[in-house]
Nanobody, 125 residues
Framework: QVQLVESGGGLVQAGGSLRLSCAAS????????LGWFRQRPGKEREFVAA?????????EYKESVKGRFTISRDNAKNTVYLQINSLKPEDTAVYYC?????????????????WGQGTQVTVSS
């Protein structure tokens, strides 16, 4: 069983930055692919970014966030991060981290086995 706890959300002005963190339990964290998803008000949950496991750490992003979002992981700390720069009001959402018991990253939410409770990001214009 893996538990994921997000932090780092908050209220920020447009153009600002945030770094979201997701701390995970479990001894095999390094093997897992990890992802970040978000759910904007009135919208379905959508993929944002993913990173593969077992040391390769290749990444994948939603096209519209490329260049502004950066996913990274620190296996020694069992933590995955999402750096968000140049925040826009449309980035307002609850952000979730997710883990899958496979090293291969995925943009499909149903490929993930474990989810955090989410952290709210609100961007004011």
């Amino acid at each position: 069983q893996v538990q994921l706890v997000e932090s780092g959300g908050g209220l920020v002005q447009a153009g600002g930055s945030l770094r979201l963190s997701c701390a995970a339990s479990g001894r095999t964290f390094g093997r897992y692919a990890l992802g970040w998803f978000r759910q904007r008000p009135g919208k379905e949950r959508e993929f944002v970014a993913a990173i593969s496991g077992i040391g390769s750490s290749t990444t994948e992003y939603k096209e519209s966030v490329k260049g502004r979002f950066t996913i990274s992981r620190d296996n020694a700390k069992n933590t995955v991060y999402l750096q968000i720069n140049s925040l826009k009001p449309e980035d307002t959402a609850v952000y979730y981290c997710a883990a899958r018991t496979s090293p291969f990253r995925s943009s499909w939410h149903y490929d993930y086995d474990y989810w955090g409770q989410g952290t709210q990001v609100t961007v004011s214009s």
